[in-house]
């Protein structure tokens, strides 16, 4: 079956989609590719998964800690630094992953691929005075 773009989902709605259809309604959202993360909450340790545009580096998924420019970076980043092994849901696939910032220099030599996986993401940087995080998603 040919996927279809979930754009018209957000949330908690967006996330049950995706595992629901083992991401053929969901993975696609407003045409960018989509996973589900799961943290741990950093003080709770509750689990919760929330569906991120990713992009690749090499082997490695990349997500963007942009929060829509904002000045804080996302609660996900903050439970990532605490507990950074965790899970992916790529399409049908969970994927053991462990989570690391990218360096500076490979910030910068992944913008303009990241722009091109999602273009909101040029427009967030330049709405922030924060520098927006990458976070590379390593296989375990």
């Known amino acids: 079956m040919a996927e279809r773009d979930s754009g ?3 949330g908690d709605a967006h996330v049950e ?3 629901e259809t083992g991401g053929e309604y ?9 996973l589900l ?3 741990k909450g950093a003080k709770s340790g509750k689990e919760r ?3 991120l545009i990713y992009g690749r580096s090499g082997d490695d998924y990349l ?9 804080k970076d996302p609660g996900w980043l903050h439970n990532l630094r605490a507990h950074p092994d965790t899970e992916v849901q790529i399409g049908g696939r969970r994927l053991r992953v462990r989570a690391r910032e990218a360096t500076a220099e490979e910030r ?6 990241a722009a091109e996986y999602n273009p909101h993401w040029a427009r967030y940087r330049e709405r922030t005075t924060r520098e927006i995080p990458f976070v590379l998603l390593e296989s375990r």
């Open 17 to 19: 989609s995706y595992r």
């Open 26 to 34: 969901g993975h696609l959202w407003r045409g960018a590719p989509t």
């Open 63 to 71: 997500v963007v800690a942009s929060k829509g420019g904002y000045a």
């Open 8 to 10: 018209d989902l957000y």
């Open 108 to 113: 910068e030599r992944l913008w303009p691929a």
């Open 37 to 39: 993360l799961t943290t």
């Open 49 to 51: 998964t929330m569906a």
